[in-house]
């Protein structure tokens, strides 16, 4: 663990963590509840790079579309507070436990928009802040789950390839005027990762 933890309020969790230890409600209440953002992403990144090493998968889009059935999906925007938040995503990760469905999870603010952004945009309604904890406490709760997924659309380019350092390893991109694949592949290998298409 870097030194740069000892003194964070996460300092337990980030040894649960390391050692491959599953976090409870509680833990999941005080990792939303933390501002300490540097050590949730080490955290998430650490559960991240178990599952996947450096790579990132993404899927180029030629149109605005919801994910498919694999995936499971939580609306948090709205959500009461981190306790309602954290006993969705334990409900989730025990419906994975129990039927082994969903090969992805997406937390999203808001229900999609089907609006176009540029490539600098994001359409979500939550802060930069609070996408960034959200992800990163659904890769370290979720450990069940193969993938952290996220559209493009809602974070913007700059933002999702900081999101790859805080739990996601799967991104859909939807082809714009400007959004070439080899735009896609460049952003991801920017971020420090391996970019791997898939269908």
């Known amino acids: 663990m870097p030194s740069l933890f000892a003194k964070s309020d996460l300092f337990d969790l980030i040894e649960k963590i390391e050692k491959e230890e599953r976090l409870d409600a509680e833990d999941g209440v005080r990792l939303l509840e933390s501002r300490d953002i540097l050590a949730l992403g080490y955290m998430a990144n650490v559960v991240r790079e178990r599952k996947h090493g450096g790579r990132t998968f993404f899927t ?3 149109e605005v579309r919801y994910p498919n059935g694999w995936d499971a999906i939580l609306h ?13 995503l334990l409900k989730i990760r025990e419906l994975q436990e129990q039927t082994g ?17 540029d490539e600098t945009g994001g359409a979500g309604s939550a802060t930069g802040f609070e996408d960034l904890k959200m992800l990163a406490v659904s890769r370290i709760m979720l450990d069940n ?6 559209l493009w659309v809602k974070l913007g380019l700059k933002l999702t390839q900081v999101a790859l350092s805080f739990g996601v390893d799967y991104v859909d991109f939807y082809v714009g005027k400007s959004l070439t ?5 460049r952003v991801i290998r920017s971020a420090g990762r391996d970019a791997v298409e898939t269908e």
Do not use: C, W
């Not at 948090?76 to 969705?88: H, L, S």
């Not at 469905?101 to 952004?117: H, I, Q």
């Open 145 to 150: 789950i193969e993938h952290i997924k996220t």
């Open 76 to 88: 948090y925007g709205e959500m009461k507070g981190a306790e309602e938040r954290i006993t969705r």
């Open 101 to 117: 469905k969903f090969l992805a999870f997406m937390p999203l603010s808001d229900p999609f928009m089907y609006a176009e952004v």
């Open 60 to 62: 180029m889009q030629n």
């Open 181 to 185: 694949k080899e735009t896609v592949v």
